[in-house]
Nanobody
Framework: VQLQAYGGGLVQAGGSLRLSCAASGRTFSRDTMGWFRQAPGKEREFVATISWDGDSTDYSDSVKGRFTISRDNARNTVKLQMNSLKLEDTAVYYC??????????????????WGQGTHVTVSS
């Protein structure tokens, strides 16, 4: 069972990036999925979550209105569209699955499967 996050990179402030998370080894179509991030010297923080059917989403206040989480259960993938990027969005971004839940979850301890991170660097 594996989650693979990709799509990070270097982008100028105000630009956009789209992160993707591909799941393999099992279907995650009934699970809550989420994105978290960790900046250097800081704790891992919640970014976005999406319910099993994609009908419900939630975001941290810091990204609300700029980021959009979506999922394609047929392809077992989750995406994070990031627009209007700011310097403070620089972090390692992780996708995660909360296989015990199907509704929105924002706490890291609710997630039991984590992918490796993908680096996002926003420059001025």
């Amino acid at each position: 069972v594996q989650l693979q996050a990709y799509g990070g990179g270097l982008v100028q402030a105000g630009g956009s990036l789209r992160l993707s998370c591909a799941a393999s080894g099992r279907t995650f179509s009934r699970d809550t999925m989420g994105w978290f991030r960790q900046a250097p010297g800081k704790e891992r923080e919640f970014v976005a979550t999406i319910s099993w059917d994609g009908d419900s989403t939630d975001y941290s206040d810091s990204v609300k209105g700029r980021f959009t989480i979506s999922r394609d259960n047929a392809r077992n993938t989750v995406k994070l569209q990031m627009n209007s990027l700011k310097l403070e969005d620089t972090a390692v971004y992780y996708c995660a699955a909360a296989t015990r839940y199907s509704s929105l979850r924002s706490a890291p301890y609710d997630y039991n499967l984590w992918g490796q991170g993908t680096h996002v660097t926003v420059s001025s």
